[in-house]
Structures are given as C-alpha cells and as structure tokens.
C-alpha cells in the first residue's frame, strides 16, 4: 500500500487522496471493536489567559511545560472535568485512536458546561491527517455555526497578550482592530500568581481566530451577567454539543467534503468579560465520536 502510495505521489503530486480500492482513502483509520469513542490525545492546549488557568484547585502541581499542560488537560478530560481554554483565541487540539467517519448528521460531540444564559461559545475545527503522519500538521477547517453570516463575526482576528511583571496583576493585550484591554486578576476568587499560563516563558503571545459578536449583558434587575446562547454549530454553547463534519469550510468559506476525521480543535470564539464573572472562555468537557454508534461502513 505504502509502496503505490509513494508512486502515486511521485507521479501525480496528489499525495493524501484517495486510492482507488480505498474509498476513504490510504490513511483512513477504521474503528473496530478496541476503539475508544473518546479522545486518545491531546496534541496541544495553549489557552488564552484566565481566572482558571494555573488555578490550584484544579491544578495541583505547577505546569511548567507545554508537555506537561497537554498531560494535565488528557487527565482532566478522561476524569470529564473542565479544560478551560481562557480568553479569546485560546485552544485545544485532540486526536482520537481512529478516524471519525462523516454519517452525514452528527459525527461527534464536544461537551461544554455551558446553561442557558451562560455560554461561552468556542469555535470547533477540524482536521484530516492527509500526509498520514499521525499529528495535526495538516489544514485545518472551521465548522459553520449560526454566526457565520453575522456582519459583527471576524475572521483572523487575534489578541497578543502581555505576561505581567509580577504576581496579582492583569494581563493585558491588545488586539489586531487597535483596541486594548485586560484579563482582570480577581483576588476574591482565583488566587494563584497569575493568569497567565505559566509554562509559556515568552514574554508576549499572540492566539489568532475567529471572533464572534460578544452578546453578554448586566441584568440589573437581579444584578447578573447574562451570557445569552448563540443558536448552533459552537462547543460550550447552550443546547447544542454536537457538531456535522458537513458543516466543515475552507478559509473562503465554502464547503469542504471531508469523508472522515482524525483531529478537533476548539477555540474561544469572543474577547470580552461579564463582571464578577471575570473572561468569556469556553469549556471543554470531552470529546466524543458520535459515528461508532452508527452501523459501521
Ligand atoms: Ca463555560
Ligand atoms: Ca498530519
């Protein structure tokens, strides 16, 4: 197989796609009865700042590597407790031990904690492992949700984010519209050092995204922030966690037919903050393939 893939490549420069005999082509991992419906993998967490990153009752040890932030989100996610990805632009990418296969409806599910009134929308994307070398290398696809119309809604929007001097101070960042602002430090409720994650020794990071209108509001009647529900196709988005590989487009946003799955990736989709809530960022829970259930191919 290797070996008429390689001549393939060779000769028509089409490496990655499909092989006659193959329909879901060379790298397809099929699932069979040893498969986990779950994530197998975290590839890499690198969340924005906030409230819950580094936080000590959820992170017992300091992280102090990007390896040792990828073991401690796979940990969390087996034991189904939040990964929080911070503020906008901060993400997480899993792989699964086979490929999740396109059933037309809904292939899988990404668990949120989000209730009504309390989303925190995040942008799912996916990937395929088109040149078969088991990491997520290779393009990644946005999910269409119900915001992708919305005049307010930004494509390759990105924060840099300043890492403070010293302990119990904001983050602050600025943004590539010209606007500035900060993570706030919420002494109150959230006492670690900082916000921000501690095993990223640069001294500035910048995480780049889509970004989605920020809909939260003060209610003053009982003195809440609302962070109302956006209508579909987002993790950590109240009523809805599962997700149509059909739903996958490319950077000019049309459609791309993606037979199969190997890698998600969900990022926070807004830059803004509730009060005494502190930063939007979306939750992640879990991840799970929806297509095993369905009658194999
Ligand atoms: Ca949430
Ligand atoms: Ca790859």
């Excluded at 490549?9 to 986990?36: F, H, K, M, Q």
């Excluded at 940990?75 to 031990?97: P, Q, W, Y």
């Amino acid at each position: 197989m290797f070996v008429v893939a390689l001549a393939i490549t060779v000769a028509g420069c089409n490496y990655g796609n499909i092989i006659e005999g193959d329909p879901l082509g060379e790298y397809y991992r099929p699932a069979d009865a040893s498969s986990s419906p779950y994530a197998s993998k975290v590839f890499e967490y690198t969340p924005a700042p906030g409230q819950f990153i580094g936080e000590p009752n959820i992170t017992p040890a300091l992280i102090l590597t990007p390896e040792a932030a990828c073991a401690w989100a796979k940990e969390r996610l087996d034991a189904k407790k939040f990964v929080s990805l911070g503020a906008f632009g901060g993400f997480i990418v899993v792989g699964f031990d086979h490929s999740i296969v396109n059933i037309g409806g809904y292939s899988f599910a990404v668990y949120g904690n989000a209730f009504t009134g309390s989303s925190e929308p995040g942008i799912v994307w996916v990937a395929v492992d088109d040149n078969g070398n088991g990491i997520p290398d290779d393009t990644w696809y946005e999910l269409r949700g119900s915001e992708y119309s919305n005049e307010y809604t930004l494509r390759n929007y990105s924060v840099t984010y300043y890492k403070p001097d010293g302990p119990g101070q904001d983050v602050r960042w600025s943004d590539s519209e010209g606007q500035e602002g900060t993570i706030d430090y919420m002494a109150t409720f959230h006492t670690q050092d900082s916000y921000y994650p501690q095993w990223i020794a640069a001294e500035q990071y910048t995480l780049t995204g889509t970004r989605l209108k920020a809909n939260n509001y003060y209610q003053s009647s009982n003195g809440m922030w609302i962070n109302p529900d956006y209508d579909w196709g987002y993790a950590d988005n109240f009523g809805g966690d599962r997700f149509r590989i059909g739903d996958a487009m490319d950077a000019e946003g049309k459609a791309v037919n993606l037979k199969y799955i190997d890698f998600i990736k969900v990022q926070t989709a807004v830059n803004a903050k509730s009060g005494q809530l502190g930063e939007l960022s979306t939750e992640v829970l879990g991840f799970e393939d929806l297509s095993m259930y369905t009658s194999p191919r």
